[in-house]
C-alpha cells in the first residue's frame, strides 16, 4: 500500500509527525524551463488543446510560468479549455494570453517560500542524509561489500 501525500506548507506541521506517518519524505522542487517546456506541451496536448504557433507560444509560456507549479499549469488549461472552448479549437488556438491570465490570479512561490522549503526538507531524515552526501561527511559510502576483483554471477 502505497499512501501518498502532499503539502504546500509541510513547514507549519512539526517534522516528527510527518516521520512517523511516512516512511519517506521528497522534496519536489519547482520545474526550470526546459521541464516547464515539456510539461506545457505535454498538458496542452494531453487536455485536446492546440497553439497558435507552438515553437514560440510554448517557449513563452515556459518563460512566463517561472515560479508556477505543474498543478497550476493544470489549473489554467482547465480554466480556460471549457467543452464551448474546445470546440473552437480548431478555428481559434489557444493563444499565450489565454493561459497567463488564469496563472495571474494564483500564489506562484517565490525565492523566499522555496527557501523555506528547502530549510524545512533539511530537517527531514532524508533531507539530513541527502546533506552529509552532499558535502561527503559519509562514513558508510556504500561501498561496503563492493570490492574490486569480485566476479558476479552463480556461485560454482
Not at 7 to 27: H, M, T, W
Not at 47 to 65: E, H, K, Y
Not at 83 to 93: S, T
Request: a positive charge.
Amino acid at each position: 500500500v502505497l499512501v501518498l501525500g502532499t503539502s504546500n506548507s509541510p513547514f507549519d506541521a512539526e517534522v516528527k509527525l510527518f516521520c512517523g506517518f511516512y516512511q519517506r519524505l521528497i522534496l519536489l522542487p519547482r520545474p526550470d524551463y526546459a521541464s516547464r517546456l515539456d510539461l506545457w506541451k505535454y498538458l496542452v496536448e494531453k487536455m485536446q488543446g492546440r497553439m497558435t504557433d507552438p515553437n514560440t507560444d510554448f517557449t513563452t509560456l515556459a518563460r512566463v510560468s517561472d515560479g508556477f507549479t505543474p498543478g497550476h499549469f493544470r489549473f489554467a488549461l482547465k480554466t480556460v479549455l471549457t467543452d464551448r472552448r474546445l470546440a473552437q479549437m480548431h478555428r481559434r488556438p489557444l493563444t499565450v494570453g489565454e493561459l497567463v491570465a488564469p496563472l495571474s490570479k494564483v500564489q506562484h512561490i517565490d525565492v523566499a517560500q522555496e527557501q523555506q522549503f528547502k530549510d524545512w526538507y533539511g530537517k527531514t531524515p532524508l533531507g539530513k542524509k541527502r546533506t552529509k552526501l552532499a558535502k561527503g561527511d559519509d562514513d558508510d559510502s556504500g561501498t561496503k561489500g563492493k570490492g574490486k576483483g569480485k566476479k558476479k554471477g552463480k556461485k560454482k
